[in-house]
C-alpha cells in the first residue's frame, strides 16, 4: 500500500495503448497512404524510445506532479515507438515516429543520398509549404507561435530548408533566477523541392546549461561506480582464493553441481534474452556494412556479457557456501547446502518463497517512503527510461525474466551469502558485516539516472540492509525470491498497468507469480527436511583424516580438544570433517 501511495503514480504517465504490431501497422499505413511509398524489399526494425531530455528537464523544473500535469495539458508524447525502414548498404531510409498513446505520426524522416535531385523552389514557397503541412496534419496554429529558426543547406542538386516554430505559451526556465536559458517547444519542418523530408509536431529544446548542470551530476554516478568496481573485484579476488583453497573440500564439492546447473540456466536466459532483443541489434544496423557481418559480431560480442556474468555468480555462490559453513554450520539453511542435503520439496522452502514475497512487498512499501522524502526534501527526480527499456524486445516479459533471475542471484550470492560471512569470517560483528556488504551492494547502483546520483546508493543500502536482516533470519532463497520479484514486478510495470496489452499484461503476471508455483510444487510434494548427513559424501582421503582426527581426539581434554579445533581451522583443515568430528 505504501508503494502504491507514493510511487505509483509516478509511473502512471506510461501509456502502451499502441503494441510494437500495431505501430508497424501505423508506419506502413503511413508510408503508403501519405507517402506513396513502396516499401516491401525494405527492413523492418522497431524501437521503443523516450524523450529522456524532456523528462528530466520537466521532473526537475516543475517536480512530478506538475510534469505529469503539464505533459498531459499539452497531449505531449514522452513516449513514443520509433519505425524504421531501411535496406542494407543504401543510405535512403525512412523513420517514423508514433505516439504509443495514441497512434498518431508525431514525427518523420525521410534520409536520401546527399546527391539526390529535388527541383528548386524558393525559401517562401517552401516555409509556406511547411506551414500549410503543419495545418493540415496537426491543427497549427500560426498566431499562437513564433518563429524559432530557418536554416538553408546546399547540395549538389537540390536545397533543403529547415523551418522550426516556437510555442508562445512555453517557456519553462531551469533555476529559479532565470539566468540559465528556457526549454522550449518547437514545431519543425525540413522541406526539399515539394516534399516533407522531415517534421516533428513538437519537442523540447533543452538549455545548454541544463545539460551541462546534468552531465557534472553524472560525474558524482560515475566515480562511485567506480569506487564501488574497485571493491567488487577485490570480493571477486576474494572468492576465487577462496574456491581455490577448498574446492577439494566437503562442502564445495556438494554445491558445485548445483550452482553450475544453475549457471548454465542463467547463460541460456541471458543468451535467450539477446535473441529477444533482436530488433535493438536491428534498430542500431549502420548500412555501410553488411547486415549478416553485422548481426555476426554483435552476436558474438554479446555471449561474453553472460560468461563472466556466470563466472560473477558460481565463484561467489560456491565461495559463500563453504564460509558459511566455517561460520555458522548450524545455520546451512542460509544457503543450499541444507537444502541439497534434504530435498527442494520441502516446507521450508515454500515457507522462504512466501516470506520472500512479503519481503519484496516490505522493501517495495520502504523504496516509495525514501523516494518521497528524497522528492520532497532532497531534490531527488528519476527517469521513466528504465521502465521502457523492455518494450523493444520480441517478449518484454522474457525479458523480465532473464533480469530478475540473472540479479537475485548473482547479487545476493555476492553481496549476502558471501559478503557477510567473508565479513563475520574475518571477526567482524555482524551488523557490521550486513551494513558494510549492504553498502557495497548499495552505491554499485548508482549508475542509474536517479539525481542526484548518490540518492540511489542511499537508497539500495537501505534495501541491503533489509535483504540482509532476511537473509540471517530466513535464509539465502528468502532474499533470492524477494530480490527476483522485485526486479521482474519493476521491469513488468508498463504492462501490468495497461492490462489492455493482453499477451504482455498476462505474460508479465506470469513471470512475478512463478516463484508462487515453485512454492506450491514444494508444498504438494513435500518430502520433508531430514538430512543426510555430509559425511556420506567423503571421498577416500577425508574419510582417512577424518578416521585419524577422531583417533586423536580420544585422549585429549576439553581444553586441548578447543586448542586442536581452533588449530585445524587456523590450518585450512576442511570444515566438514572438523565438525563432523567434534560434533561426536
Not at 547446502?337 to 514475497?357: D, E, M, P, V, W
Not at 540473472?406 to 557477510?420: C, D, H, K, V
Request: net charge positive; with cysteine.
Amino acid at each position: 500500500m505504501l508503494w502504491c501511495h507514493f510511487s505509483l503514480p509516478r509511473y502512471q504517465a506510461i501509456d502502451l495503448s499502441i503494441s510494437q504490431t500495431k505501430a508497424v501497422k501505423v508506419a506502413e499505413d503511413f508510408l503508403a497512404a501519405e507517402r506513396h511509398v513502396d516499401f516491401h524489399g525494405y527492413k523492418v526494425a522497431v524501437m521503443f524510445d523516450v524523450d529522456e531530455g524532456a523528462d528530466r528537464y520537466l521532473q526537475r523544473t516543475l517536480g512530478p506532479a506538475a510534469s505529469r500535469d503539464f505533459i498531459h495539458r499539452l497531449h505531449y508524447d514522452l513516449f513514443c515507438w520509433v519505425v524504421r525502414f531501411f535496406k542494407e548498404k543504401q543510405k535512403e531510409e525512412y523513420k517514423i515516429i508514433i505516439s504509443s498513446a495514441t497512434g498518431q505520426v508525431i514525427a518523420f524522416k525521410h534520409l536520401i543520398e546527399d546527391t539526390a535531385f529535388r527541383s528548386l523552389v524558393d525559401k517562401e514557397k517552401a516555409r509556406l509549404l511547411a506551414i500549410n503541412f503543419l495545418k493540415s496534419t496537426f491543427a497549427f496554429n500560426p498566431p499562437q507561435y513564433i518563429i524559432h529558426g530557418e536554416d538553408i543547406k546546399k547540395y549538389d542538386n537540390r536545397l533543403e530548408y529547415a523551418f522550426s516554430w516556437q510555442n508562445k505559451d512555453v517557456n519553462i526556465p531551469w533555476n529559479k533566477n532565470k539566468e540559465k536559458g528556457y526549454a522550449k517547444l518547437l514545431n519543425s519542418v525540413t522541406v526539399s523541392g515539394n516534399e516533407i523530408l522531415e517534421f516533428n509536431k513538437s519537442f523540447f529544446e533543452i538549455p545548454d546549461g541544463f545539460n551541462r548542470y546534468v552531465d557534472n551530476l553524472k560525474q558524482t554516478g560515475e566515480s562511485l561506480t567506480l569506487i564501488f568496481r574497485i571493491f567488487y573485484l577485490a570480493l571477486l579476488t576474494l572468492t576465487i582464493v577462496v574456491v581455490v583453497n577448498r574446492k577439494q573440500q566437503v562442502v564445495s564439492r556438494s554445491v558445485k553441481p548445483f550452482y553450475i546447473w544453475v549457471g548454465i540456466v542463467m547463460f541460456v536466459l541471458l543468451l535467450g534474452d539477446i535473441l529477444n532483443s533482436y530488433q535493438v541489434l536491428l534498430f542500431d544496423y549502420p548500412t555501410t556494412q553488411s547486415l549478416g557481418n553485422y548481426l555476426v559480431r554483435q552476436f558474438i560480442e554479446s555471449v561474453i556479457g553472460p560468461f563472466f556474468i556466470v563466472l560473477g555468480f558460481v565463484l561467489p555462490a560456491l565461495a559463500g557456501e563453504s564460509l558459511l559453513f566455517e561460520v555458522s554450520s548450524d545455520k546451512k539453511s542460509r544457503g543450499f547446502l541444507s537444502t541439497l542435503l534434504s530435498s527442494f520439496c520441502s516446507i521450508n522452502i515454500a515457507r522462504q518463497i512466501f516470506i520472500g514475497y512479503f519481503a519484496a512487498a516490505v522493501i517495495l512499501g520502504v523504496q516509495g517512503v525514501i523516494f518521497n522524502l528524497g522528492f520532497k526534501y532532497c531534490g531527488v527526480w528519476d527517469e521513466l527510461s528504465w521502465l521502457t527499456q523492455n518494450s523493444t524486445t520480441l517478449v518484454p516479459a522474457f525479458t523480465a525474466l532473464a533480469i530478475g533471475f540473472q540479479a537475485s542471484f548473482s547479487e545476493e550470492a555476492m553481496f549476502r551469502l558471501f559478503a557477510i560471512n567473508m565479513f563475520k569470517r574475518y571477526g567482524l560483528p555482524i551488523i557490521l558485516a550486513v551494513f558494510l556488504s549492504a553498502a557495497m551492494w548499495g552505491f554499485g547502483h548508482t549508475g542509474y539516472e536517479i539525481y542526484p546520483m548518490w540518492f540511489r546508493g542511499i537508497e539500495v543500502t537501505c534495501i541491503g540492509l533489509i535483504m540482509g536482516a532476511f537473509y540471517l533470519r530466513y535464509g539465502f532463497v528468502c532474499v533470492i525470491a524477494a530480490h527476483f520479484l522485485i526486479d521482474s514486478f519493476l521491469s513488468s510495470l508498463p504492462y501490468l498497468l495497461n492490462s489492455h496489452a493482453t499477451f504482455n499484461f498476462y505474460s508479465a503476471l506470469s513471470v512475478i507469480t512463478l516463484p508462487l508455483f515453485l512454492a506450491l510444487i514444494a508444498l504438494i510434494f513435500d518430502r520433508g527436511i531430514k538430512e543426510k548427513p555430509l559425511s556420506i559424501r567423503f571421498n577416500p582421503q577425508q574419510q582417512f583424516n577424518y578416521n585419524l582426527l577422531q583417533e586423536l581426539c580420544r585422549s585429549k581434554t576439553s581444553e586441548e580438544l578447543i586448542a586442536l579445533k581452533k588449530e585445524l581451522q587456523r590450518h585450512g583443515w576442511d570444515a566438514a570433517i572438523i565438525d563432523r568430528v567434534f560434533d561426536k
